[in-house]
């Protein structure tokens, strides 16, 4: 039997102080928590093959689509399509709580990464190797 993943993911995401922290994987969606601090940013990137979705829960920012720059700020949501190049940037001075749904998944199952220099360490072989959270 799956349980699969319920939970209060506002309580979740607003208490989580990982840059990013993956809650679930599933064949075809994987939950991540992040948090970026003043400054911070997850850097450009082009996902070819997967859509990413984005929640905010607490702060602000900006996420970039493609060249165009989109102000973000709690309960705002914004689709990524694949293919586009994007990038996530707190450009306030509080952490920037959110929360991302990847379809499909990105990162390996139950990865922890507690800061953005430790996440910029990681190796091709730490992405999604197909294994679930059950």
């Not at 601090?37 to 607490?58: K, L």
């Not at 959110?98 to 990162?107: A, D, K, Q, R, V």
Request: proline letters at 5%; glycine letters at 8%.
């Amino acid at each position: 039997m799956k349980r699969g993943y319920c939970d209060n993911i506002e309580k979740q995401t607003v208490e989580n102080e990982d840059f990013r922290r993956v809650v679930y994987t599933g064949h075809h969606l994987q939950l991540v928590l992040m948090t970026l601090q003043p400054g911070d940013e997850i850097g450009e990137e082009v996902h070819e093959d997967r859509d990413q979705f984005f929640r905010i829960e607490e702060g602000s920012g900006i996420i970039d689509i493609d060249g165009k720059e989109n102000p973000v700020e709690d309960d705002f949501a914004v689709i990524v399509p694949a293919g586009a190049r994007h990038n996530v940037r707190n450009t306030s001075q509080a952490p920037l709580r959110l929360y991302s749904i990847y379809g499909p998944p990105e990162h390996l199952d139950g990865v922890v990464q507690s800061s953005k220099a430790e996440a910029d360490k990681r190796h091709p072989h730490e992405e999604w190797d197909g294994k679930t959270s059950e």
